[in-house]
């Protein structure tokens, strides 16, 4: 049987729409119109994926998303945001509530099904070989621990979602080397890089203000994508 997938949207002929090509995928949908009741649905059947609109009639998806987050049986739960408001600072506030990603309206039902089948694949993958095989990494203030899915900077712990965390990983993992944006793309959302995003961008934004001290460990090369220094005690160029 296909991933189960919660739709949370108003507008009852998208969800429709929605619901039907996904289904035409093999996925099991199941609709709601209102954030209430679309906890209410996720708690009576875990979903695979949360298909979350902003713009809810009652409670903002944001406020759904970060009430999924605060659930132990549900905070591991994929959250795809679809918005019609695609400012800056609309993602990054998606993004700090814990969404996996995010699609502006309109989108293409291509586009939609790539991206679902993005974050299925990733969700059902293993760690990255940082989180998978390591034990605490130091670099200079920083302090990646694998096992326990920890982040320090000078011994203060740091608050990662956890695509910011599997993002860090494998930047340090690959210090010295250069990522590009569709590199990243692939490795860590499992997205293909024929789909146009501002992901990476927006989650390198918020793990460096994350960081603080340690930010600038991450650079950003112009027009071909971000490197982790070598040394912590590296000259920036």
């Excluded at 994929?78 to 600072?89: C, D, F, H, K, S």
């Excluded at 990603?101 to 070989?129: G, M, N, T």
Aim: aromatic residues 4%.
């Amino acid at each position: 049987m296909g991933a189960h997938l919660l739709i949370v949207d108003d507008e009852a002929d998208l969800a429709a729409t929605l619901a039907y090509n996904l289904e035409g995928q093999g996925y099991t949908t199941v609709t709601a119109c209102t954030g209430a009741a679309a906890l209410e649905t996720a708690q009576q059947r875990r979903p695979d994926l949360v298909l979350l609109d902003v713009m809810l009639p009652d409670v903002s998806g944001l406020e759904v998303c970060r009430r999924l987050r605060q659930d132990a049986a549900l905070r591991d739960v994929p959250v795809l945001m679809l918005t019609a408001r695609g400012e800056e600072i609309d993602r990054v506030l998606g993004f700090e509530v814990g969404a996996d990603d995010y699609l502006i309206k309109p989108f293409s039902v291509r586009e939609l099904l790539l991206r679902v089948q993005a974050i299925l694949r990733r969700s059902a993958a293993a760690p990255p070989a940082p989180a998978a095989d390591h034990a605490a990494i130091r670099f200079g203030a920083l302090t990646l621990d694998a096992a326990a899915h920890r982040v320090t900077i000078d011994g203060a712990e740091v608050a990662l979602t956890a695509l910011e965390f599997r993002l860090l990983a494998l930047l340090l993992e690959r210090r010295g080397r250069v990522q590009t944006r569709e590199r990243l793309l692939d490795d860590v959302w499992g997205i293909t890089a024929d789909v146009t995003t501002r992901t990476v961008d927006t989650h390198v934004k918020r793990l460096r203000e994350k960081l603080g001290a340690a930010a600038d460990y991450i650079e950003t090369l112009r027009g071909v994508g971000y490197r982790f220094r070598h040394s912590p005690t590296q000259e920036q160029g």
